[in-house]
């Protein structure tokens, strides 16, 4: 058998040195861990803040193309239209067209929506969608109906916000002129 010191000189000739084995302290560990829990809080703030800002902007994307598509069907409406009648909040047109006959639409508000209404058979052509909000901007009507000699331009003001996702002080505001020659007023 060998000695401790028989052992050790054998492990120096073979270069073999003999370490002592190292650990962290607890208070190494301590600090380490609450670093990585600073961390941890710093990107779940940023993860929770990102989502807060894709909701809202997603929520106005939507609100966006929706009165765009609204206000794209009503402006194709007008400038087809031979005849306009309409008072603040409604707007009646009729179209003449050679191959249906004569079609009557009645745009209007219906409480937070907006409508368009096939007079002659009552059904709903086309409705603002349940979960977005629209209304009249501030004090100016919905509707306004202008002629100038031959012209006559329908301006068309509209607020709206889906409020699932916006603040409520939040809306997206449109606007937008139509002119055409082709209908009498009313």
């Given amino acids: 058998m060998f000695s401790r010191k028989d052992h050790m000189k054998l492990c120096n000739k073979i270069n073999i040195k003999i370490k002592k084995e190292k650990a962290f302290s607890l208070l190494e560990l301590m600090i380490s861990l609450g ?42 409406d007008i400038r087809n239209s031979d005849s306009i009648s309409g008072a603040q909040n409604e707007l009646l047109i009729s179209i003449d067209d050679p191959i249906s006959g004569t079609r009557s639409y009645r745009w209007s508000v219906q ?48 607020r709206a916000r889906d409020p699932n996702g916006m ?3 939040q809306w997206i505001k449109k606007e937008v002129a139509v002119s055409t020659r082709n209908f009498q007023f009313n």
Avoid: C, H
């Fill in 111 to 158: 409480g937070n929506q907006i409508q368009r209404t096939e007079v002659n058979s009552m059904e709903i052509t086309y409705k603002t969608p349940a979960d977005m909000t629209v209304t009249k901007w501030d004090s100016l009507e919905m509707f306004q109906i202008y002629t100038f000699d031959e012209n006559t331009v329908v301006v068309i003001r509209v």
């Fill in 35 to 76: 670093i990585f829990a600073i961390l941890i809080m710093m990107v779940t703030n940023l993860i929770i803040l990102n989502l807060r800002v894709a909701r809202k902007v997603k929520a106005r994307t939507y609100v966006r193309e929706e009165s765009s598509f609204m206000l794209k069907i009503l402006k194709k």
């Fill in 167 to 169: 603040p409520e002080d």
